[in-house]
């Protein structure tokens, strides 16, 4: 059965920095592409990255790129995602997801895709 459990959530004050991990079961991290995903009640769900199974190549969305970082420990099954500079704006619950892929420009689940529990991320000062 596959799983995937978040931590590392909280607040955070701007600009500061947070690390969120995903340890998953039922699956080796370098079989699935893992991606995350934040979503602010009220409003549409955003991917904003992800990591390949074949090499570990990682992708961003444009709301984050150049600020957080995504990347994966295959000895644990755990993949992490470092947000520094963090704004207002990322305050999210933040899901952890296997597979994903890019389509258009847009991270999408699979349609069998696992989802964690969720974990809240809030940047207030």
């Known amino acids: 059965q596959v799983q995937l459990v978040e931590s590392g959530g909280g607040l955070v004050q701007p600009g500061g920095s947070l690390r969120l991990s995903c340890a998953a079961s039922?699956?080796?991290?370098?079989?699935?592409?893992i991606g995350w995903f934040r979503q602010v009640a009220g409003k549409e769900r955003e991917g904003v990255s992800s990591?390949?199974?074949?090499?570990?190549?990682?992708y961003y969305a444009d709301s984050v790129k150049g600020r957080f970082a995504i990347s994966r420990d295959i000895v644990k099954n755990t993949v992490y995602f470092q947000m520094n500079r963090l704004k207002p704006e990322d305050t999210a619950v933040y899901y952890c997801?296997?597979?994903?892929?890019?389509?258009?420009?847009?991270?999408?689940?699979?349609?069998?895709?696992?989802w964690g529990q969720g974990i809240q991320v809030t940047v207030s000062s």
């Open positions: 997801v296997a597979p994903v892929e890019w389509y258009g420009g847009h991270l999408r689940a699979a349609d069998f895709a696992s």
């Open positions: 990591i390949s199974s074949s090499d570990g190549s990682t």
């Open positions: 039922g699956f080796t991290s370098d079989y699935y592409a």
